[in-house]
């Protein structure tokens, strides 16, 4: 199994449901999730995920999870190539990183984490072996073993729902530009 790095900026995409989806995967329920991995190809149904907040405090690591669904292209008008490569996951451990993360970014310049580049600019970066098996060891300390979520039909919304944080930044960005007229 191998583990990739989701990267989360709240600067561009606002999430205003993760406290919502935090809570539900804290009691249990198996919430999954649409993610763009940039140009990454190559991740697995099973692969590790690894959520990584940055641009602003508190950055650091603040969730994981399987994947679910590899790589596959959704139409997007607003880039070169027309379309944007998404994967689907089921979170295992989520915190509310609006006020926190589990493993600060502090944590992450030292050895042997700082043999990973943590602040790439797009998801879907492959976790380095050696900062892979530290990381795991790491979370498994701070957030407790537990098996993969099971899929099975939870009564309710189990998805969370990107959409209202891409809406969320669409009406941000246009305010920005009516306010700058």
């Not at 880039?79 to 502090?106: M, N, Q, S």
């Not at 009564?155 to 930044?169: I, L, N, Q, W, Y």
Request: net charge positive.
């Amino acid at each position: 199994m191998t583990a990739f790095l989701l990267i989360w900026s709240p600067r561009k995409w606002p999430w205003p449901e993760l406290p919502d989806v935090a809570k539900r995967v804290a009691t249990g329920v198996a919430v999954t999730d649409v993610w763009g991995c940039g140009f990454a190809r190559g991740i697995l149904p099973g692969d590790r995920v690894f959520l990584h907040r940055v641009a602003q405090e508190p950055k650091g690591i603040f969730g994981s999870g399987y994947v679910t669904r590899a790589p596959y292209e959704v139409p997007d008008a607003a880039t070169k190539r027309g379309y944007r490569l998404c994967i689907d996951f089921v979170y295992d451990w989520l915190v509310d990183a609006h006020e926190g993360v589990v493993i600060p970014r502090e944590m992450l310049r030292t050895h042997p984490f700082s043999v990973q580049t943590w602040d790439a600019q797009s998801s879907g970066t492959v976790i380095k072996p050696i900062a892979e098996g530290a990381l795991e060891k790491r979370w498994a300390e701070l957030t407790g073993k537990r098996k993969p979520p099971r899929l099975d039909a939870q009564p309710g919304p189990t998805r969370s729902s990107k959409v209202t944080a891409h809406a969320a930044a669409k009406k941000h960005a246009a305010a920005k530009g009516v306010r700058k007229n």
